[in-house]
């Protein structure tokens, strides 16, 4: 009898636990139709900013890509020319890309950039299935005129925008056929023969 009582408690004991979160508030959120809140200060994928006339802030100067830690960013500095005027000054960006599967997200090319031309966004929606859809040109990192001129760190609400933009609609326009080689990149890779592409 006694046995009995002591089994019926601990059970009792074991049932508070599973209770106790069955009416607690359920962490869990119905992503992606809601998305949590993050940190304000947040590291996501990044967006090359343009001036107000529409010219790209970027100059091409490389130092973002001798900054990054991850070896992710490369840039192929290109002159400016009165038929092809990207950004103000002499030279801009001919190419223009972050491999985002080697990025660590620590925010050292957006400190570098004495253009404030690249920066980090919320935006944090870059699932793939192809490893090419994560090297990111030109392409999907400036934003496009009719978006305005991007957002600087300090001036963004915190959490995520209400235009998780055009860098997350737009999936990767890789050939899936040439893959990597389609890129400035994947080219430099191989080059190199770091076996990091194909
Ligand atoms: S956030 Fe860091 S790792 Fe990623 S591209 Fe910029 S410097 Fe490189
Ligand atoms: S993003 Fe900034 S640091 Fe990088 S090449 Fe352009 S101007 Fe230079």
Known sequence: MRKSLFNIAALLTGFRTTFGYFFAKQPTIAYPDVKKQHAPRFHGLHELRRYADGQERCIGCELCSIACPANAITVIGGENTPELRRSP????AASYEIDELRCIFCGMCEEACPTDAIVLTPRFEMADYRRSGFVYAKDRLLVPPEAGVGEAPNERPNGIPSDLGF???????????????ATHRGTILKTQRRGLAG
């Not at 000054?89 to 801009?92: A, I, L, Q, S």
């Not at 860098?167 to 080689?181: C, H, N, R």
Request: glycine fraction near 16%; avoid cysteine; aromatic fraction near 6%.
């Open 89 to 92: 000054g002499e030279r801009g």
């Open 167 to 181: 860098v997350a609609k737009k999936k990767s326009t890789v050939d899936i056929q040439t893959g990597y080689s």
